[in-house]
């Protein structure tokens, strides 16, 4: 059998992957190693942590771009490539787009109001919180 983007896994990453690249128009393979799917992510608790994302704008909770960065440049060590400061960026601009994209095509979002910040204290921390998790 052929296909376009095969995709190895079947966590949170994996299977966002998997959805994006069927919506692009590609026939998509999710091959898993265990007898379920889901990884670790099935067993979590679920919770993204997505800054200015678009459920915390609509709650009235005041987020930026730059506020999120500030944030986790506070709470990041230098750990390297892991964790680069073009990776940061990234992360700040995509992550709410990736909750917008994901809701556009039927994931049921919810907005774990009152899930602070691990550090709220420090500076760009948000006390109301920045995460959102699927609906059950
Ligand atoms: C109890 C618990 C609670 C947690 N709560 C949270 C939380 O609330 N918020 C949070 O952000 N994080 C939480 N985490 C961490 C979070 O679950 C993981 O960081 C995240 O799910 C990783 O997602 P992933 O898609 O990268 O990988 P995974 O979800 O681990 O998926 C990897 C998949 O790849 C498969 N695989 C591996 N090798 C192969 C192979 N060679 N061939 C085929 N398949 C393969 C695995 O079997 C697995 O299904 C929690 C973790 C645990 C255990």
Same mark, same amino acid.
Request: hydrophobic content about 40%; overall charge negative; cysteine-free.
């Given at each position: 059998?052929?296909?376009?983007?095969?995709?190895?896994?079947?966590?949170?990453?994996?299977?966002?992957? /998997?959805? @994006?690249?069927? +919506?692009?128009?590609?026939?998509?393979?999710?091959?898993? *190693?265990?007898? $379920?799917?889901?990884?670790?992510?099935?067993?979590?608790?679920?919770?993204?942590?997505?800054?200015?994302?678009?459920?915390?704008?609509?709650?009235?909770?005041?987020?930026?771009?730059?506020? /999120?960065? @500030?944030?986790? +440049?506070?709470?990041?060590?230098?750990?390297?490539?892991? *964790?680069?400061? $073009?990776?940061?960026?990234?992360?700040?601009?995509?992550?709410?787009?990736?909750?917008?994209?994901?809701?556009?095509?039927?994931?049921?979002?919810?907005?774990?109001?009152?899930?602070?910040?691990?550090?709220?204290?420090?500076?760009?921390?948000?006390?109301?919180?920045?995460?959102?998790?699927?609906?059950?």
């Amino acid at each position: 059998m052929n296909y376009d983007v095969i995709v190895v896994g079947s966590g949170a990453a994996a299977l966002t992957a /998997a959805v @994006t690249a069927a +919506d692009s128009g590609n026939k998509v393979l999710v091959i898993e *190693s265990t007898d $379920q799917f889901g990884g670790s992510t099935a067993m979590s608790g679920g919770g993204a942590w997505i800054p200015n994302n678009h459920l915390m704008l609509a709650a009235g909770v005041h987020d930026t771009p730059e506020l /999120a960065r @500030t944030y986790m +440049d506070q709470v990041i060590a230098d750990v390297g490539p892991a *964790s680069s400061s $073009q990776r940061r960026d990234a992360f700040v601009e995509n992550a709410p787009k990736m909750a917008r994209y994901l809701e556009a095509l039927g994931f049921e979002w919810s907005y774990q109001t009152g899930y602070s910040d691990y550090h709220p204290e420090e500076p760009g921390g948000n006390a109301i919180g920045r995460s959102i998790e699927g609906k059950m």
